[in-house]
């Protein structure tokens, strides 16, 4: 096949494999997704007695309501695989899901936004194929391990969440600021 002629039909299976709306909302309340996200805002400065980047005041309101948000729409969370550094932590605590298990595969590596391996790419390309029983699972990590992981998802916000299918596919990518807008 040719090259130009994959390139179209991957493309059109990507779009038709895309979920929005209210689709994206009965479709998550099923479970069965991974949700990989980066975690919400906080400054590139590290404050004076901390020891690394914290969220800010709008990152900690964000958090809030997309936890707020998945709640009122009845889209349950099972798990939560975390970044060990206190902003990716916090992004799950804000929210109020489950306890978050620091996993240092989604970490920066002290590295801020120069972080993340090659290794670490392929543990998260792998752990969105691997589809929860019950529930969807909440990954949360850092710009360069997404950017990594999947080049075909740029310029990930502060907040934003890529969706997986079970079959380990993007369907959506959800701003932190819309999740409110899916409810009724």
Same mark, same amino acid.
């Not at 978050?100 to 392929?122: F, H, I, K, R, W």
């Not at 699972?137 to 999947?150: C, G, K, Q, S």
């Not at 969706?163 to 932190?176: H, N, Y």
């Given at each position: 096949?040719?090259?130009?002629?994959?390139? $179209?039909?991957?493309?059109?299976?990507?779009?038709?494999?895309?979920?929005? #709306?209210?689709?994206?909302?009965?479709?998550?309340?099923?479970?069965?997704?991974?949700?990989?996200?980066?975690? @919400?805002?906080? *400054?590139?400065?590290?404050?004076?007695?901390?020891?690394?980047?914290?969220?800010?005041?709008?990152?900690?309101?964000?958090? @809030?309501?997309? #936890?707020?948000?998945?709640?009122?729409?009845?889209?349950?969370?099972?798990?939560?695989?975390?970044?060990?550094?206190?902003?990716?932590?916090?992004?799950?605590?804000?929210?109020?899901?489950?306890?978050?298990?620091?996993? *240092?595969?989604?970490?920066?590596?002290?590295?801020?936004?120069?972080?993340?391996?090659?290794?670490?790419?392929?543990? $998260?390309?792998?752990?969105?194929?691997?589809?929860?029983? @019950? #529930?969807?699972?909440?990954?949360?990590?850092?710009? *360069?391990?997404?950017?990594?992981?999947?080049?075909?998802?740029?310029?990930?916000?502060? #907040?934003?969440?890529?969706?997986?299918?079970?079959?380990? @596919?993007?369907?959506?990518?959800?701003?932190?600021?819309?999740?409110?807008?899916?409810?009724?």
């Amino acid at each position: 096949m040719r090259p130009a002629l994959l390139t $179209l039909l991957t493309a059109a299976l990507s779009l038709a494999q895309s979920l929005s #709306g209210d689709a994206l909302v009965q479709a998550l309340q099923k479970g069965g997704y991974v949700i990989a996200m980066r975690h @919400t805002s906080s *400054p590139n400065a590290v404050p004076a007695g901390a020891t690394e980047r914290q969220l800010d005041a709008e990152g900690r309101a964000a958090a @809030t309501a997309m #936890g707020a948000a998945l709640r009122a729409l009845k889209i349950p969370v099972t798990e939560v695989l975390s970044s060990p550094t206190q902003r990716a932590m916090d992004t799950a605590r804000a929210a109020q899901w489950p306890a978050p298990v620091a996993t *240092p595969e989604l970490g920066d590596n002290g590295q801020s936004m120069s972080g993340g391996t090659p290794a670490q790419a392929a543990w $998260l390309k792998n752990r969105v194929t691997q589809s929860p029983k @019950t #529930g969807n699972v909440i990954l949360i990590t850092h710009m *360069p391990n997404l950017r990594e992981a999947f080049p075909q998802a740029t310029n990930v916000a502060d #907040g934003e969440a890529l969706i997986f299918s079970p079959q380990g @596919t993007l369907v959506a990518r959800v701003k932190s600021d819309e999740w409110k807008t899916l409810q009724h």
